[in-house]
């Protein structure tokens, strides 16, 4: 995807700080740049202020330019905006813990994409903030690309709307095995009990396997009402849980090697257990490429975003890559 840097619109936001608006169709990222050397560190009270109103509005904001910190700089960048921050529980994804509340991103093959998400949108609580520091640029590839998640929902038909809001979806998943994720590490236990006890108290299904394995099932809501905005958003991980999202070489090995779709690793269905229609899913997947927007990460980049208004996805890249995430503000509370 190409940038369209809008100069024209370019003002100076707060003292010592420019704002460019890179846009792509629907999806905007105002990019905030220091006018002469400084660190976030040395502007936390102006920077809170001046992202958080561009949050509320376009869903992110992307701060180029400030002197390259320490990664505990970018968590006190992180924790100063003053809400909760957030471990990863019940990932969908490998990551690892960095240092306090400062995770990898997603420990996928550098090969392959990941799709537009909004994090944890799976399940019954998720962050409503999160960060990106890119610490280590890739040589090629490696960008978050972003989309509007307003735009999204507002693209799609009235009637697949509808249909997804009454039905519902349920997140189907099998852990461990070789296939996916051990429970361990996605529950961040050895107690079965715990995990028992953080099932129950979030609505999940949950099922001990003979083999010494555990399934869960899930039921969510497909779109979701922003607290602050009261705008509609597309809320869901459907098309990225779902096994068409995978490669046919892959899928096709994985359903050679379970009885039904409710044995693999992950799989989504309707609330009530029927099957998604895969037209549906592959629509929802061009919606999210026509408004997907990429822009090449620089060493020092701290990218945040509303996680209801914006969507995130991985680029596939070559070379070392470090981008570092944190999360907070717990919604629903």
């Not at 619109?9 to 010592?16: H, L, M, P, V």
């Not at 809170?48 to 509320?56: E, M, Q, T």
């Not at 330019?65 to 320490?70: A, L, P, S, T, Y």
């Not at 996805?313 to 503000?329: D, I, N, Q, S």
Request: aromatic share 10%; glycine share 6%; proline share 5%.
């Amino acid at each position: 995807m190409n940038i369209v840097a809008t100069d024209e619109i370019s003002s100076i936001q707060a003292t010592g700080v420019s704002v460019d608006t890179w846009t792509h169709g629907e999806t905007h990222l105002p990019v905030v740049s220091p006018l002469e050397e400084q660190s976030t560190v040395d502007r936390f009270d102006g920077l809170r202020a001046l992202v958080n109103d561009h949050l509320h509005r376009e869903g992110a904001v992307l701060l180029r330019g400030f002197k390259k910190g320490e990664v505990s700089d970018f968590h006190l960048f992180a924790a100063s905006f003053g809400h909760e921050m957030l471990s990863y529980e019940f990932g969908s994804t490998p990551r690892s813990l960095v240092q306090e509340s400062i995770y990898s991103s997603t420990e996928y093959p550098a090969h392959q994409w990941i799709p537009q998400h909004n994090e944890q949108s799976y399940t019954d609580r998720w962050p409503m903030k999160i960060w990106f520091y890119c610490d280590v640029a890739a040589a090629t590839g490696g960008e978050t690309p972003i989309a509007n998640s307003r735009e999204v929902y507002r693209r799609l038909p009235e009637a697949i709307r509808r249909r997804w809001a009454d039905k519902r979806l349920m997140y189907v998943r099998n852990y461990g095995n070789g296939l996916d994720i051990p429970w361990e590490q996605v529950f961040r236990t050895t107690d079965p009990a715990k995990v028992e006890a953080f099932c129950a108290l979030h609505g999940i299904r949950c099922e001990w396997r003979d083999d010494g394995g555990l399934r869960t099932r899930q039921v969510c809501e497909a779109e979701a009402l922003h607290a602050r905005t009261r705008e509609r958003v597309w809320f869901n991980q459907a098309h990225l849980f779902h096994v068409s999202s995978l490669e046919p070489a892959v899928r096709e090995t994985l359903l050679s090697a379970v009885d039904d779709e409710s044995e693999l690793p992950r799989n989504v269905f309707y609330g009530d257990g029927t099957a998604i229609e895969e037209e549906i899913l592959d629509h929802i997947r061009s919606i999210y490429a026509d408004l997907m927007f990429s822009f090449s990460w620089q060493e020092g980049d701290i990218l945040t975003l509303d996680n209801m208004l914006t969507s995130h996805g991985r680029a596939p890249f070559t070379g070392p890559r470090r981008v570092l995430v944190a999360m907070a503000e717990p919604w629903p509370t």
